[in-house]
């Protein structure tokens, strides 16, 4: 296992930003993918964004491009959700997860996964 941990969701409005981490200790050889999924109620858990560790490279969901960033820090351990722009439609639990091998955003891929952080954004 991989502990995960997830912070940084709110309630915002419309219009505003939030920045999400996950902080990832350890195990740096079962996560050469991470990423962020989401899932809004009654909804599947959808792919948000990916990051290749060890080169950096980044995907992202065509809902969000242009408007969210991910990115880790210095020690690769925390990786970033940096969510601008935000809409009502962007409400959903977010979550951190892990991946061996090479980066995709299908969460059936992914074996190690947070407890999931609360996004909430009111029109």
């Known amino acids: 296992q991989v502990p995960l941990v997830e912070s940084g969701g709110d309630s915002v409005q419309a219009g505003g930003s939030l920045r999400l981490s996950c902080s990832a200790s350890?195990?740096?050889?079962?996560?050469?993918?991470m990423a962020w999924f989401r899932q809004a109620p009654g909804k599947e858990r959808e792919g948000v964004a990916s990051?290749?560790?060890?080169?950096?490279?980044?995907d992202y969901a065509d809902s969000v491009a242009g408007r969210f960033t991910i990115s880790q820090d210095d020690t690769k351990n925390t990786v970033y959700l940096q969510m601008n722009s935000l809409k009502p439609e962007d409400t959903a639990m977010y979550y951190c997860?892990?991946?061996?091998?090479?980066?995709?955003?299908?969460?059936?891929?992914?074996?190690?996964w947070g407890q999931g952080t609360q996004v909430t954004v009111s029109s």
């Open positions: 990051i290749n560790v060890a080169g950096g490279s980044t």
């Open positions: 350890g195990y740096t050889s079962r996560r050469d993918c």
């Open positions: 997860a892990a991946k061996r091998g090479y980066c995709l955003m299908n969460s059936i891929a992914f074996a190690y």
